[in-house]
Nanobody
Framework: QVQLVESGGGLVQAGGSLRLSCAAS????????MGWFRQAPGKEREFVAT????????IYTDSVKGRFTIPRDNAKNTVYLQMNSLKPEDTAVYYC??????????????????WGQGTQVTVSS
């Protein structure tokens, strides 16, 4: 069992930055692929980014490439989502999630096993 707790959300003006954190319980953090998803009101949950076990290989959805990064610190059992140049369309509840290595590269929420409770990000224009 892995428990994930997000933090760092809030209200920011367009063009600003936020860093989300996702702290994981347990000693197996480094064996999981970690990902970030988001869900805006009335929309389905969508993939944002994912980072492989060792923290060197990542995948991003096109709309955040060049603006977001997903560093992970296995020593701290934490994955981050650094969000720069934020836009109003980035407004959503952001969730971190973990998946087994077999699911590496998947952008489907169905392939992620454990989820955090979500943190709200609101970008004003």
């Amino acid at each position: 069992q892995v428990q994930l707790v997000e933090s760092g959300g809030g209200l920011v003006q367009a063009g600003g930055s936020l860093r989300l954190s996702c702290a994981a319980s347990g000693r197996t953090f480094s064996t999981y692929v970690m990902g970030w998803f988001r869900q805006a009101p009335g929309k389905e949950r969508e993939f944002v980014a994912t980072m492989h076990l060792g923290g060197t290989i990542s995948i991003y959805t096109d709309s955040v490439k060049g603006r977001f990064t997903i560093p992970r610190d296995n020593a701290k059992n934490t994955v981050y989502l650094q969000m720069n140049s934020l836009k109003p369309e980035d407004t959503a509840v952001y969730y971190c999630a973990s998946a087994t290595p077999a699911a590496w590269g998947s952008r489907s929420p169905n392939d992620y096993v454990y989820w955090g409770q979500g943190t709200q990000v609101t970008v004003s224009s």
